[in-house]
């Protein structure tokens, strides 16, 4: 068994809804499960962040599942790697949808989610998705965890 992560930033059609978001994430939630697929979804000003979780093979196929969305455009890989062990495991998806209060309590993370996620930027920190995408999953404030 090969574990691997794959984290993405996309921009979205238009400002997604909540409703949207929920049923982003009532989707990803079913399908993930049958999968055997963890990770989060970020969603900040018209951009997303997500990271997935799992077997190599079954990652591979939902990101192709991801990449088809007519959702979304831009889909730009930020980091594809093996890993020892899941980050998100308790979650066969989160979702977090980050906004002005998040900038103000994050200032360091502000400036790559201003306007959608930086995907130039982010890449150029080793990292730092992935600092991000766990900080955002922290708490009481998700806005939804499955």
Request: charged share 25%.
């Amino acid at each position: 068994m090969s574990l691997i992560r794959l984290i993405y930033v996309s921009t979205a059609c238009h400002e997604a809804t909540t409703a949207e978001l929920d049923a982003i994430l009532a989707s990803a939630v079913r399908r993930n499960e049958a999968d055997g697929v963890t990770g989060m979804l970020v969603y900040a000003d018209g951009g997303f962040m997500q990271v997935l979780e799992g077997e190599e093979e079954a990652v591979d196929a939902t990101f192709r599942r991801v990449e088809r969305d007519s959702r979304h455009t831009d889909v730009f890989v930020l980091e594809r790697a093996p890993i020892p062990e899941r980050s998100f495991g308790r979650w066969s998806m989160g979702l977090r949808r980050i906004g002005p209060n998040d900038a103000a309590r994050n200032p360091a993370y502000a400036p790559f989610f201003g306007g959608g996620f930086n995907a130039r930027k982010i890449r150029a920190r080793p990292g730092l998705a992935l600092d991000m995408l766990t900080e955002f999953a922290r708490g009481s404030a998700l806005g939804a965890v499955r």
